[in-house]
């Protein structure tokens, strides 16, 4: 079994700055991908940044020069710098992970269980 476990989310002002981290625990063999997604009411979930195993990044236009995707062995993090009222959010990590079964390893796609991010303006 997998557990990503988030946290960092709250309530901040228009400008302010929030970190979000996860963590994955379990029988883990080996981590690729790691991304930070979000969905805000009636919106569907969009990525806002990605890493590979490589260390390449990736990021939505709207959060490119203010928000850092970092990983840290087993953790993802977030870096939110001026933070705007469009980006509250429930965010979720996303981890691809090689996991050691019984029968050999497997690779899936795990999710976190969510962090509110609430920007006022």
């Known amino acids: 079994q997998v557990q990503l476990v988030e946290s960092g989310g709250g309530l901040v002002q228009a400008g302010g700055s929030l970190r979000l981290s996860c963590a994955a625990s379990?029988?883990?063999?080996?981590?690729?991908?790691m991304g930070w997604y979000r969905q805000a009411p009636g919106n569907q979930r969009e990525l806002v940044a990605i890493?590979?195993?490589?260390?390449s990044t990736n990021y939505a236009d709207s959060v490119k020069g203010r928000f850092t995707i970092s990983t840290d062995s087993i953790k993802v993090y977030l870096q939110m710098n001026t933070l705007k009222p469009e980006d509250t959010a429930v965010y979720y990590c996303?981890?691809?992970?090689?996991?050691?079964?019984?029968?050999?390893?497997?690779?899936?796609?795990?999710w976190g269980q969510g962090t509110q991010v609430t920007v006022s303006s």
């Open positions: 996303n981890m691809r992970i090689t996991t050691r079964q019984r029968m050999g390893l497997m690779t899936g796609d795990y």
């Open positions: 890493i590979t195993s490589g260390s």
């Open positions: 379990g029988s883990i063999d080996s981590i690729n991908d």
